[in-house]
């Protein structure tokens, strides 16, 4: 096994300090439920996993739930259809239905737009 490169040690290591001092208030608990392998579950995992590393990048934590593989996970979400993200954290709480293509919906959905075109860090979008 090869050792990792200094420059590419220190960056990993400042990434994982980035995420581990950052304030539970700042980390999103996100939960995707998909219903296996079909094109909309994957569109819905890309496109939100692309969000997450825009917006959210070290700040998130995003489990992927296959309905069908883990049904008693869905026990007491109320999921009434699939793909459905819930943002645990931070409060409130939020629900999303759909394939997250529509980004500015997703934004809003996760509190990290205020206003369309404004984000929560006041940079323009």
Do not use: W
């Not at 420059?7 to 980035?18: G, R």
């Amino acid at each position: 096994m090869n050792p990792m490169p200094s420059d590419e040690h220190d960056d990993l290591h400042a990434t994982f300090e980035q995420a581990a001092n950052a304030s539970p208030a700042d980390r999103y608990v996100l939960r995707l439920y998909v219903t296996g392998l079909t094109s909309r579950s994957a569109r819905a995992v890309k496109n939100l996993q692309a969000i997450c590393d825009e917006y959210l990048a070290g700040r998130y934590d995003l489990e992927v739930i296959d309905i069908y593989q883990q049904p008693v996970l869905t026990r007491g979400e109320q999921i009434i259809a699939a793909p459905t993200l819930i943002k645990k954290l931070p409060l409130p709480m939020r629900r999303i239905i759909g394939d997250m293509s529509n980004r500015d919906r997703v934004l809003l959905g996760l509190d990290l737009v205020l206003a369309p075109g404004h984000a929560v860090d006041g940079k323009q979008r």
